[in-house]
């Protein structure tokens, strides 16, 4: 099974820029999609395809993806972009989804 | 609006059996895959298994042979029958809505508030 590995834990101070890393065997020829879950909140899709942002979600969202790394990257962070954050692929072996396992993301 | 509402959860001993609902509106539920994904306490998202719109189904091996999903497209409806149900799998359990993404890898863009499954003597 695919796996998808992210660090428990990122910090950064408000108004400056979040990157928030997913690693995956040759992850870049796969679409990653990525998830916020505020606490106590379910989980909400914030970036898609890579790169792609639903209505609603706000440009300072972005993602990228290349080699064996997918990477969220938040601009001027605000208090409230504190949340995990969970990467997902789905993994064509399995024919399944696969999600990382979180990276709680602490505005200092 | 699109909605999905799950229930069913709740307190159920190491062995027992329990079936949890989603409930689906505002779109047309038999065009979607739908699966079902669960969180136990502090811990990440995990995924459990999936419907297409059809008769496909497909299991992660923590559940294989023991739960099984099914869904009721006139009834805008996705189940989730869990037997022989261990501690382990004390979570809240999540419906989602499956959108396809490029090259046809799905993502999951509508989630409902999940139902909670405690699995305990």
């Known amino acids: 099974s695919y796996v998808l590995t992210q660090p428990p834990s990122v910090s950064v101070a408000p108004g400056q820029t979040a990157r928030i890393p997913c690693g995956g065997n040759?992850?870049?020829?796969?679409?990653v999609h990525w998830y916020q879950q505020k606490p106590g909140q379910v989980p909400v899709l914030v970036v898609y395809?890579?790169?792609d942002r639903p209505s609603g979600i706000p440009e300072r969202f972005s993602g990228s993806n290349s080699g064996n790394t997918a990477t969220l990257t938040i601009s001027r962070v605000e208090a409230g972009d504190e949340a995990d954050y969970y990467c997902?692929?789905?993994?064509?072996?399995?024919?399944?989804?696969?999600f990382g396992g979180g990276t709680k993301l602490t505005v200092l | 609006q699109v909605q999905l509402v799950e229930s069913g959860g709740g307190l159920v001993k190491p062995g027992g059996s329990l079936r949890i609902s989603c409930a689906a509106s505002?779109?047309?539920?038999?065009?979607?895959?739908m699966s079902w994904i669960r969180q136990a306490p502090g811990k990440g998202l995990e995924w459990v298994s999936y419907?297409?719109?059809?008769?496909?189904?497909n299991y992660a091996d923590s559940v294989k042979g023991r739960f099984t999903v099914s869904r009721d497209n006139a009834k805008n409806s996705l189940y989730l029958q869990m037997n022989s149900l261990r501690a382990e799998d004390t979570a809240v359990y999540y419906c989602?809505?499956?959108?396809?993404?490029?090259?046809?890898?799905?993502?999951?863009?509508?989630w409902g508030k999940g139902t909670t499954v405690t699995v305990s003597s």
């Open positions: 997902q692929v789905w993994d064509t072996s399995s024919d399944h989804p696969v």
């Open positions: 419907s297409d719109s059809g008769t496909t189904v």
């Open positions: 040759n992850i870049g020829s796969k679409s």
């Open positions: 395809d890579d790169s």
């Open positions: 989602a809505r499956h959108q396809v993404g490029a090259g046809d890898f799905d993502y999951m863009d509508v």
């Open positions: 505002g779109f047309t539920f038999s065009d979607y895959y």
